[in-house]
């Protein structure tokens, strides 16, 4: 089965870059989306089709896919993007990657 | 604005059967892609099922065995059903609307905790 692989943490200071990378077989192949899940709140989509925003999402959020790695990119980190990230692919079912906790000293 | 909410039981007896509504608002179910996500305390999101409402359904090959999805368009809702549960089912399960059929979920329910135990 298809596998998308995350750190599990990443640390940024506020108002730095963070990066958070989502790795597959041939991932660049594929749309991926990216969730943000603050404590306990239901996730919501920050990121689709490798690097389209919805409505009302900040432009610092930002991504981009090719070869096997896709990454979010969150510009000028403000503490209220503290949260879990889950990158999502396809590949004859959903795939979601393990979460990478974002956290903002 | 497209909202959901789920319901049912928050306890379910081992070897039994979870059942699961998720009420949608705002968008006819009949306009998008349904999908239920399960997300056990702690731990990462797991994709469970996805349904349209022509019929066209896609399952986890993981639950596919234990799992049924159903959407009512008469009442504008979407239904699941796992059977033969565990206690590895704990969990929170969410109900997702995805508008495109990309498989991306825009919408999302605010979950509802399901443990087993008897």
Do not use: H
Request: with cysteine; aromatic share 12%; hydrophobic share 30%.
């Amino acid at each position: 089965s298809y596998e998308l692989t995350q750190p599990p943490s990443v640390s940024v200071s506020p108002g730095q870059t963070a990066r958070i990378s989502c790795s597959g077989d041939k991932l660049g192949n594929k749309y991926v989306s990216w969730y943000q899940q603050k404590s306990g709140q239901s996730p919501v989509m920050v990121i689709y089709k490798d690097d389209l925003r919805p409505s009302g999402i900040p432009k610092r959020f930002s991504g981009s896919n090719s070869g096997n790695t896709a990454t979010l990119t969150i510009s000028g980190t403000q503490p209220v993007d503290e949260a879990d990230y889950y990158c999502q692919a396809w590949d004859n079912s959903v795939v979601f990657g393990g979460g990478t906790k974002l956290t903002v000293l | 604005q497209v909202q959901l909410q789920e319901s049912g039981p928050g306890l379910v007896k081992p070897s039994e059967t979870l059942s699961l509504t998720c009420n949608v608002s705002g968008v006819s179910i009949t306009n998008y892609y349904w999908n239920w996500i399960r997300q056990p305390p702690g731990k990462g999101l797991e994709w469970i099922a996805s349904m349209s409402y022509r019929g066209s359904t896609s399952y986890n090959p993981s639950l596919k065995s234990r799992v049924s999805i159903s959407i009512d368009t008469s009442k504008n809702q979407f239904s699941l059903r796992l059977t033969l549960v565990t206690a590895a089912d704990r969990a929170v399960y969410y109900c997702a609307g995805d508008k495109t059929g990309y498989n991306f979920f825009d919408y999302w329910g605010q979950g509802a905790l399901v443990t087993v135990s008897s």
